[in-house]
């Protein structure tokens, strides 16, 4: 089966650099998601590795190690309204053409003034 | 706003009600999905539909039913629920769901859904 880890809650100040951390498991890796949720709005999209090494967009990079089987989503200069849950989502190659996302359980960022 | 639109934003029915959940993007995609999500859970996958073709159905029960008439629409049929059925539903699309399009999906805000 799969499986996804990452941390329930992270807090930071403003300012501050964040990494949040998603380890995972699948019969077969085709890539990984980041994705933002405010309390109470829709998952936004923020980033996608399909191969490994960092992708820059902004304050905010997403790194994937395959080898590893883990991945990070790292935040700069971070601001209040940055506060918000944070998924990763990979998807197994069996599900390649049905578009089968598994998303893990949410890192919910409290960032403090 | 992220071009997709879901109505209801709440609903709440009891265990013998009918209801429907709608959900419309305008972003010219060619997929669209329902997720469930719960507290203190992951967000489920639950349908997946592809040029108004399902790929996929997660194992839902079938007290849940989907109807997409076209790219644009998907619909979310609703009938004899339980009270765990109570969550949060949301409806995404994408450009299409092989390589890195199924990657990059567009959420609505949700139905919140009270089952009572």
């Known amino acids: 089966g799969q499986s996804l880890e990452q941390p329930s809650e992270v807090t930071a100040v403003e300012g501050a650099i964040v990494q949040i951390n998603c380890t995972y498991q699948t019969s077969g890796f085709y890539g990984l998601s980041w994705y933002q949720q405010h309390d109470g709005g829709a998952p936004t999209f923020l980033s996608y590795n399909g191969l490994d090494g960092l992708e820059e967009t902004g304050r905010f990079s997403s790194f994937l190690s395959r080898s590893d089987s883990y991945g990070y989503l790292l935040l700069q200069e971070l601001q209040m309204k940055d506060s918000a849950s944070y998924f990763c989502?990979?998807?197994?190659?069996?599900?390649?053409?049905?578009?089968?996302?598994?998303f893990g359980q949410g890192t919910e960022l409290s960032v403090k003034p | 706003e992220t071009g997709v639109t879901q109505t209801p934003r709440h609903l709440v029915m009891g265990m013998t009600n009918k209801k429907s959940l709608k959900c419309e993007q305008h972003?010219?995609?060619?997929?669209m999905y329902w997720y469930k999500q719960s507290a203190k859970k992951p967000l489920e996958l639950m349908f997946v539909?592809?040029?108004?073709?399902?790929?996929e159905n997660n194992s839902v029960p079938s007290r849940f039913s989907p109807e997409c008439p076209n790219s644009s629409h998907l619909f979310l049929h609703l009938h004899t629920l339980q009270p765990e059925d109570s969550a949060l539903y949301l409806c995404?699309?994408?450009?299409?769901?092989?390589?890195?399009?199924?990657?990059?999906?567009?959420f609505g805000p949700g139905t919140r859904l009270t089952v009572t």
């Open positions: 539909y592809n040029f108004k073709e399902q790929t």
């Open positions: 989502a990979v998807r197994d190659k069996t599900y390649n053409q049905g578009g089968k996302l598994i």
């Open positions: 995404a699309s994408s450009q299409g769901t092989s390589g890195s399009h199924g990657y990059e999906q567009y």
């Open positions: 972003l010219g995609h060619n997929a």
